[in-house]
């Protein structure tokens, strides 16, 4: 659920006041009550009937957030959002014969993510020798993602068990994961970590199990840009880095282009830049892929919605000063998949393709859990409510 929706902030002011409680009367000790009491007693007799007619509409607003939070999250007919991840293996060695068409969705196999969670963001790598799906999970009412790896057979199904392989205080997700001959002992990672502020390339040594990768940050490519979906692509002697800037508050619509000799850096921003701008197109949805002789981009159309369907562009022109593209396929979901209601990555990789697709489940079905905590945020207003009477009277 979008942090922004309505029952989500019911949510965040429940949860807020439950500080409220400890410092009226439940958490300080024996004595909260009578501080808080004599500390309410300490104000003009001017400035009290303003204090008890905030503290009413607070009560009666509280109670009400509390109400309305809990009809919401437990009405058989409010629905969430849920991405799953589906992978098949086209047989194919090369994009070469897949472009400009992808496999039907209804025919992936799609990972069932289960009830707490959504899985989405599909990147595709070799750990060892085997092919490994690396990907963003995160947790309802979690409110940040955490990055997450799942070794695969060679039909492209989970083949162990997933692992964490990095998590921080704020929300990670797109895991564009891959190597690079500068340093052929590593696997480098460039994830979306806009809440952080910067762009952050990470960096392990290889191992023969994603179990056994450590990634750790190895430099800073963008201080002070927070990045969106960043993707980088070595191009005739450069390094390219495309990623939206999420600073502006929507990094669904612009996209910008940075330049190196060097995948470390230090970058320069395009003379171009902005190379795109607006909802269709702007936004990364996978890494650049090479088809046939031409460097292939996949974006994000979310004019309409957000995951609307993936656009395909093929790259005309990539320079230190110049750059072109045109349009070359649309791939809109298929409403016959499982998960088919939208759709916003797409990856291919030595035979295997990725995306990953929404379904509308009933929010009663996403767990226990979140429901008892409904249930305790509720019964923190309650307590609210009774702990302030003693202050109106």
């Known amino acids: ?54 503290f009413r509409s607070f009560r009666v607003s509280l109670r009400i ?42 025919h992936l196999h799609w990972i069932e993510p289960g009830a707490q969670r959504f899985i989405a963001d599909p990147f595709l790598a070799r750990v060892g020798e085997t092919k490994t799906l ?27 068990p997933e692992v964490i392989i990095l998590e921080k205080p704020y929300h990670l997700s797109f895991p564009f994961v891959f190597e690079h001959p500068s340093d052929p002992d590593a696997l480098f990672l460039l994830p ?44 005739n002697g450069h390094v390219y880095l495309f990623v939206t800037n999420g600073s502006f508050g929507n990094g669904d619509n612009n996209l910008q282009l940075f330049v190196s000799e060097n995948l470390r850096g230090p970058y320069r921003a395009h003379p171009k830049n902005p190379i795109k701008l607006g909802l269709r197109g702007s936004r990364m949805a996978g890494p650049l892929l090479l088809h046939g002789d031409a460097l292939y981009r996949p974006a994000q159309d979310c004019k309409s919605r957000y995951g609307a369907q993936v656009v395909l562009y093929r790259v005309d022109l990539l320079s230190p000063d110049d750059y072109r593209e045109t349009e070359a396929a649309i791939f809109p979901p298929d409403a016959a998949s499982s998960f088919g209601l939208a759709m916003h990555t797409v990856v291919w990789f030595e035979g295997l393709f990725a ?39």
């Open 1 to 54: 659920m979008h942090p922004s929706s309505p029952a989500m902030s019911q949510m965040a002011l429940l949860v807020a006041s439950q500080a409220m409680v400890e410092q009226l009367s439940l958490g300080a000790g024996a004595g909260s009550y009578f501080d808080a009491q004599r500390a309410f007693d300490a104000r003009s007799s001017e400035n009290f009937p303003l204090i008890r007619l905030w």
């Open 355 to 393: 995306t990953d697709g929404i379904r509308q489940i009933p929010i009663s079905g996403i767990g226990s859990k979140m429901m008892t905590k409904v249930k305790m945020l509720a019964m923190t207003a309650e307590r609210i409510v009774a702990n302030s009477e003693a202050f109106l009277s």
């Open 65 to 106: 957030a509390a109400k309305t939070l809990f009809n919401r999250l437990t009405g058989a007919d409010l629905l969430a959002g849920q991405w799953a991840i589906g992978i098949i293996d086209t047989q194919q060695s090369s994009t070469r014969d897949l472009l400009p068409r992808l496999p039907p969705l209804r």
């Open 192 to 235: 979306e970590q806009g809440e952080s502020g910067s762009t952050v390339l990470y960096r392990s040594a290889k191992a023969t199990a994603a179990s056994l990768l450590r990634f750790q940050q190895d430099t800073v490519l963008l201080a002070g840009f927070s990045g969106i979906d960043p993707v980088v692509v070595e191009w």
């Open 134 to 160: 690396f990907f963003e999970e995160q947790l309802y009412f979690d409110g940040k993602g955490r990055l997450k790896a799942l070794p695969l057979d060679s039909f492209g199904r989970p083949a162990g």
